[in-house]
């Protein structure tokens, strides 16, 4: 079912705990905003929200 596209678009972030794309990223996301970025900086707050669920 997960690669059925009759089922929808799954996604994962939200087995994180703590992580929120709203906040963290999307919403700081303008039309002058390098994705690449704005991504690279706060990729080392969500690999910690990735290691304390790994825990």
Excluded: C, R
């Excluded at 678009?9 to 999307?26: C, E, K, R, S, W």
Aim: charged share 20%; hydrophobic share 40%; proline share 5%.
């Amino acid at each position: 079912m997960m690669s059925e596209a009759n089922h929808g678009t799954i996604a994962f972030h939200g087995m994180i705990p703590n992580l929120d794309l709203g906040p963290d990223f999307v919403w700081g996301v303008g039309p002058n905003t390098v994705v690449s970025e704005a991504q690279e900086a706060i990729a080392d707050t969500w690999k910690k929200y990735v290691d304390d669920a790994n825990k």
